[in-house]
């Protein structure tokens, strides 16, 4: 069998094309998870042919593990991407895809003033310098309880991801049930279950609890207490966490008009299950 790391082409392999300093610096990462240069800045190469077939199928970029797969690939220091925190996501999907050689991604939205549908080129290594990570740090103090948050991993996103699409197939049709009486059943079923994934996302969003008396980190205790706070205090914790997640994700895209000039802010989100589709 011929030894491959003397092949002559080795020096036309693709070659790192971006090069990513992490959002959150990479400090909570061990090894196992990120191998940083001693730069800290992560080489990014190019897709494979195979990374874009990768990308064409879609049960494996719906169950995420095309995603790990593709970010093992392009960027081989990210060891176990299941465990990339949410803040660093969206720097980690914009690079590969800026790697690939595309300046841009193009976004259709409509103008709020003149309800123009237009299409918008948006520059991924400008989106790229823009992130930046959450002020995860500052706990939330309600009455005599600190709160600190931590992100979510990928792997946690995406389990939370399948839950909502779950609940999503299984009341679909809840608009076309005729009887009235039937349908706000299964309505207030629906929120119900809703609610129950909302709080256990958010339990693992709650890194400790501290009282005056004690700290506490044990998920299922923050869960448990989640479930039985009184409603004002839980929303504010949930309200706190998607700042914090807002905080850290793509800031909302400066859109001018192409017919009537008009400038407006346009919301953008990255799904890593179909980014690179």
Not at 49 to 76: Q, R
Not at 230 to 243: F, L, Q, W
Request: with cysteine; proline share 5%; hydrophobic share 35%.
């Amino acid at each position: 069998m011929s030894n491959l790391d003397n092949n002559p082409l080795r020096q036309y392999f693709r070659r790192p094309a971006v090069f990513l300093s992490l959002p959150t610096g990479g400090e909570s990462y061990s090894s196992d998870v990120v191998e940083f240069p001693d730069n800290k800045e992560l080489p990014v190469y190019p897709m494979t042919a195979i990374d874009e077939i990768t990308t064409k199928t879609p049960d494996a970029l719906f169950n995420g593990s095309a995603m790990v797969e593709i970010i093992k690939s392009c960027i081989p220091a990210i060891k176990d991407p299941w465990q990339l925190l949410s803040n660093d996501l969206d720097a980690v999907l914009v690079a590969v895809k800026a790697a690939g050689g595309q300046d841009s991604i193009d976004v259709e939205t409509e103008c709020p003033k003149c309800k123009a549908l237009g299409t918008y080129g948006i520059d991924l290594l400008s989106m790229l310098s823009s992130l930046k990570a959450g002020d995860y740090e500052t706990p939330l103090q309600i009455s005599d309880l600190s709160i600190k948050f931590s992100p979510l991993t990928y792997k946690e996103m995406n389990k939370a991801a399948l839950g909502q699409f779950d609940i999503q197939v299984k009341y679909k049709g809840l608009a076309d049930i005729e009887d009235d009486e039937d349908r706000n059943i299964k309505t207030s079923t629906a929120l119900k279950e809703i609610t129950v994934l909302t709080q256990n996302i958010l339990s693992k969003a709650i890194e400790s609890i501290t009282t005056p008396t004690s700290k506490v980190d044990e998920t299922n205790y923050i869960l448990d207490f989640l479930m039985q706070c009184d409603g004002k205090t839980y929303e504010a914790i949930r309200d706190y966490n998607t700042k914090l997640k807002s905080d850290s994700t793509i800031k909302p895209l400066h859109i001018q008009c192409q017919e009537c000039e008009h400038k407006f802010s346009q919301p953008f989100s990255l799904n890593a299950s179909d980014f690179f589709a």
